[in-house]
């Protein structure tokens, strides 16, 4: 197999040059769906550099082991680990049930109760996180040939981590919830006014277009709405830690501390589409007499 | 044999930058080590090297990060080109003049991404560059300096550049 050999003549590198320059600027041009044939032209080259980096992934997690369970505090950490994941449990038990009991409230007189199913997760391992410093994200070690697709919800047992970008074969890019550039419809637990969260620059989140009218205030917990985006409704988000309302503003805005750390998050469950039912099949809809 | 060692470059930096650097970074930023590989390669390997290796390493990275692709490939072969360029006036460089220049190269690179991105409205000018490109920067050009310290240590740079580049 002949290999590609850089050392030619000077005329062939200026033409060389040239090609490739005009190949850029085409590239420049192209249409946002023919980039997307690039894209998927990367994927199995994704594939084959996933191999060292979740070898390196690998190599890390087995000194990060070493050191955390023989050289710093034996035993230590697996206990805190446990018991984190009991807290994570509780919580996430916790903003089911209130959920659930505010659910109750509201329909069980006018609705037949319908069961929400529970959504199909899949379970994935962080192996990375973004190779720049502009977004917040991380890697999982899953991907398209497990089912994995932009724009599905990723979370934790405690609440939700953010939202699958951009996937590979085996690996899946995930943007946190505390990323600026990140969206997800939330909900007031307590008052069910709705609104936008979005990451903020300081490492947290923040509920934008509360209406002005809300009673919201420190110490409520916000969920996800169900409406768009990956997410059934009811999982938890944050508490909101501040309101912001401003004079002749249109709608307020509250500060929430997320529910998960995401600078600690080791494995999350990826929720799979079409796998719970949609607002209006929740609410029992009627469905079209054939 | 070139081509083979640059995919295992471009496969180690991607696996490093993502997996390891993440532990090291400074003030919540870690250092492009793409950046300077794409520099070193440029200023020694001319401009068409550069501008490959950038593309191809930016394509890369874009794989592992919410940074689209486009714009990914074409900074990072943009900067190899300009460091080829950048190569062929110089003709000597001490590890002080590469400090700066990967400090200036990075400083601008870092001020244009965020309007190549189109970030959030939170993620202002002023924020990028006291949060992002400044500390960045720095790394970068202490990492850069260091290596190219090291080569120079061990190899004849100079010798190695008039007999390859025309």
């Known amino acids: ?290 | 044999m070139k081509t083979l060692l640059y995919i295992a470059l471009i496969a180690g930096i991607t696996s490093i930058q993502s997996v390891l650097l993440p532990h090291v970074s400074l003030w919540g930023v870690k250092p492009d080590l793409g950046f300077v590989a794409i520099c070193l390669i440029g200023l020694f390997g001319g401009e068409l090297e550069g501008l490959l290796f950038g593309l191809a390493l930016g394509w890369a990275m874009s794989l592992f990060s919410a940074q689209d692709l486009l714009s990914a490939a074409i900074v990072k072969g943009g900067v190899g080109f300009i460091a080829g360029l950048a190569g062929r006036q110089v003709a000597y460089l001490s590890p002080l003049v590469l400090v700066l220049g990967l400090l200036v190269i990075s400083c601008l690179v870092g001020l244009i991404t965020p309007f190549v991105l189109r970030l959030s409205v939170q993620q202002n000018v002023w924020w990028a560059l006291w949060t992002v490109v400044l500390p960045q920067a720095a790394l970068d050009a202490i990492i850069g300096g260091s290596v190219y310290w090291l080569i120079n240590s061990y190899f004849n740079l100079e010798q190695w550049v008039s007999e390859y580049r025309i």
């Open chain 1, 1 to 290: 197999m002949r290999m590609v050999n850089f050392r030619l003549s000077y005329n062939a590198r200026r033409v060389a040059l040239a090609l490739t320059v005009i190949l850029v600027l085409g590239f420049l041009l192209l249409p946002g769906q023919l980039q997307t044939v690039f894209h998927a032209v990367g994927s199995p080259f994704g594939w084959i550099i996933s191999w060292p980096l979740q070898a390196v992934a690998g190599i890390h997690d087995r000194i990060a082991g070493v050191w955390g369970q023989y050289v710093a505090l034996q035993g230590v950490e697996e206990e805190n680990r446990h018991l984190r994941r009991e807290l994570d449990l509780l919580k996430e038990q916790n903003a089911q049930l209130r959920e659930s009991a505010a659910a109750t409230e509201r329909l069980a007189a006018l609705l037949e109760f319908k069961q929400q199913a529970l959504p199909t997760l899949v379970a994935a391992q962080v192996i990375g996180r973004d190779t720049g410093n502009w977004y917040k994200t991380i890697i999982l070690n899953k991907g398209m040939s497990d089912g994995l697709q932009s724009d599905q919800g990723v979370i934790t047992p405690a609440g939700v981590v953010g939202r699958i970008v951009k996937t590979t074969s085996s690996t899946s890019v995930v943007l946190l919830l505390t990323d600026p550039n990140n969206a997800i419809a939330g909900l007031i637990q307590r008052t069910r006014d709705e609104g936008i969260v979005e990451g903020t620059t300081h490492g947290t989140a923040q509920l934008k277009y509360i209406p002005l009218l809300s009673d919201a205030r420190p110490g409520d917990r916000v969920v996800t709405s169900g409406l768009v985006g990956g997410f059934p409704r009811g999982l938890a988000i944050g508490t909101i830690t501040r309101i912001d309302k401003e004079d002749e503003a249109l709608f307020q805005s509250a500060e929430l501390v997320p529910e998960v750390d995401p600078n600690h998050v080791e494995e999350v469950l990826v929720i799979l589409p079409t796998s719970f039912p949609t607002e209006g099949e929740r609410l029992g809809a009627p469905k079209t007499k054939r």
